[in-house]
């Protein structure tokens, strides 16, 4: 399922809706914009929730963004680490539910 050629179809998300459209790529724009943390910490960030949510084409994009702000193995590497502790954590943390 996953081809990074569907995203090409998202100029039909353009087309159909182009107000929430505009607005989607605007915020996404400002999200990513250089402010307090650099568009490399932002891009690092986004690759940790893209790991975390395991979304193949936010992980691709992210990677290669990260990569032209100038993201080295390290950075990347630490980043996937923190994402895998989050995602350990909140397991570790919700096993308080089972426990009586």
């Not at 250089?34 to 979304?55: F, N, P, R, W």
Request: aromatic share 6%; with cysteine; glycine share 4%.
């Amino acid at each position: 399922m996953f081809d990074m050629k569907n995203l090409s179809r998202l100029k039909k998300l353009d087309e159909n809706a182009p107000e929430a459209m505009k607005a989607f790529w605007a915020f996404d724009k400002a999200a990513f914009a250089d402010g307090a943390l650099t568009g490399l910490h932002k891009q690092l960030i986004a690759v940790a929730v893209a790991l975390t949510t395991q979304c193949p084409y936010c992980i691709e994009l992210h990677t290669k963004a990260a990569r032209a702000a100038g993201a080295s193995d390290a950075q990347l590497s630490e980043a996937a680490v923190v994402a895998a502790a989050i995602r350990a954590g909140g397991a570790i943390t919700h096993a308080t539910h089972v426990l009586t």
